[in-house]
């Protein structure tokens, strides 16, 4: 987690009264209440007055209600908080302490904008005029000018932020991949999602069966005594007809995946993993000539929902996890059969608070995947496990496999198929850096999650992937995309 506690703070408050009156029915006729309650005044908590805090507050329920922040609205899950975001300094170029107003002006002769103006004490750049070129950065013979990037734009992996004139960011749709890294990045708390919440509440006050789908890498998130088993109690507490791990979904993908794999490899061709939305949209949005080398295996969340609409076609599927992308998955890339609705932690957390229910420590004992489904959501698992049920159905071949860790290597990858030289057969990509145990919503710290996953994981049963998928009727649903 990257954000400041006080931007954590004030999400979760928003979160938890939006999702405490859609339960009680009231959020139309108290909506417009939560500002003034979550910050009651006079004096301001965190920006220059309540009023400006309080826009911020209504600009976060409408992410929580599913709405983009403002009136306009291009889809993107991803949205600015534009009142949230205006504190941010507007200049990326800024003239330090080090400046010594020298004669020479190195700076302003080297500007072609007139930007930079000599001040009394030492150079000015106008933020009005300033391309951010950064010739005059060049030109300091001091070193006195600094580059100074947005967390936002810093931590975005396939330059999607820009500025308007107003300073204020702005995420290019066309080129975001929805990996959600800016979101935790930004100290302002002024980027954020769209949620599926009051769906969710609707479903579960309604008469379908709705169903919670929990991610591999939820697993050790919450301390090494909360286990699936928690999970399982703990969401049915809530109104959830049951709790479907979605390991098994991993298995799933691994048995689809390795027939790709083992076909293409024979045919000596390349081919990419599925499993990862920010990957796929990397791969869509950025590198669109290498589309049809994605796996048309479908990820295993849609896995996991197949398998319960297959039995009951009315039913209200809900991923849970540590991801942005999946509901990218969900909204843009519409794949018959898939979630009905994505929750990450922290909005399945404030429906859990809403409902008066908490984690508790349970055993053990309720597992519904291999091990190497559990997995899955590390970076380098989908590999493991592929080649793992080679080996247990006795197709072992030869084949490499590119191992993408993160945007930054997927690019790479990509980059390197792109001009010949990807050595390897195939490219697994994680959007994320550790794969989904580092999304940009996980809970607790990567090392520590994964100090007690290995500790939950290694409890488990060792059962093979193959031993495992005998446990349930796979003929009733297709495991491609149609």
Known sequence: ?????????????VLYEVAKLAFEGKLEEERD?????????????FRCCVYKEREIIRQRIRLAEGKAPGAVDDGNIIQVISSACEDCPISSYVVTDNCQNCIGKAC???????????????????????????????ACPYNAIAHLKRPCKFACPVDAITYNEQGISVIDEKKCIRCGLCIHKCPFG???????????????????????????????QFGPDITMGSWKEALKKVGFEDMIEVGLGGDLTTQSEAEEWLEAYKA?????????PGFVNLIRKHFPEFADMISTTVSPMCMISRLLKAKDPDCYTVFIGPCISKKSEVKDQKIEGNADAVLTYSEIRAIMRAKDVQLEPAANDYQESS?????????????????EYMKETNQECDATV??????????????????????EDFIEGMACVGGCVGGPSSYEDQMKAKKNRDKLISEADD???????????????SHHRD
């Open 1 to 13: 987690m990257f954000a400041d506690e006080n931007v954590i703070k004030i999400k979760h408050e």
């Open 33 to 45: 209440h939560i500002p003034e309650k979550l910050i009651p005044g006079p004096t301001p908590q």
């Open 108 to 138: 302003v002769n080297a500007c072609k904008f007139g930007a930079i103006s000599a001040g009394d004490n030492r150079s000015h750049i106008d933020a009005n005029k300033c391309k951010e070129c950064g010739m005059c950065a060049k």
């Open 190 to 220: 002024a980027i954020g999602s769209k949620t599926f919440i009051v769906d969710v509440i609707e479903a579960l006050k309604s008469d379908k069966k709705v169903y919670a789908m929990v991610a591999p890498a939820t697993e050790g």
């Open 268 to 276: 000596g061709e390349k081919k990419t993993t599925s499993c990862c």
């Open 371 to 387: 091990v190497f489904g559990k997995r899955y959501g590390n970076s380098g698992g989908v590999t493991d496990s592929v080649l």
């Open 402 to 423: 590119c191992k993408a860790n993160g945007a930054a290597e997927c690019k790479k990858a990509l980059l390197m198929l792109k001009a010949g030289k990807l050595s």
């Open 463 to 477: 059962r093979t992937i193959i031993g495992n998928l005998k446990n349930y009727d796979l003929d009733s649903f």
